[in-house]
């Protein structure tokens, strides 16, 4: 059974910084590439970051700069590391797993800034 699960959430204030991390079981971790995904109060859900098995990454161009994707192999984890937080990151984070034909999410978590 795959399962990802995020942890690191919460509130924080402007300008500050929180580290969201994945991790996945049931599947062959790196051979996926790993994403973050965001969906905030009346958007529809959007890329935030991906890693691939390379690895590559690539960013949302909001969050370029700001945030880093990071991935463990050795411990199937995918990191987001989010420094410089503004009140638009607010939003519910999932992680994603993906490979051909196979997509998998994390149950998501919230993330709130403000002051």
């Known amino acids: 059974q795959v399962q990802l699960v995020e942890s690191g959430g919460g509130w924080a204030q402007p300008g500050s910084s929180l580290r969201l991390s994945c991790v996945v079981k049931g599947l062959p971790f790196s051979q996926y590439t790993m994403g973050w995904y965001r969906q905030g109060p009346g958007k529809q859900r959007e890329l935030v970051a991906t890693?691939?098995?390379?690895?590559?990454?690539n960013y949302l161009d909001s969050v370029r700069g700001r945030f880093t994707i990071s991935r463990d192999n050795a411990k199937n984890t995918v990191a987001l590391q989010m420094n410089a937080l503004m009140p638009e990151d607010t939003a519910v984070y999932y992680c994603?797993?993906?490979?051909?034909?196979?997509?998998?999410w994390g149950q998501g978590i919230q993330v709130t800034v403000s002051p």
């Open positions: 890693i691939t098995s390379v690895p590559h990454t």
């Open positions: 994603n797993a993906g490979w051909y034909q196979n997509d998998y």
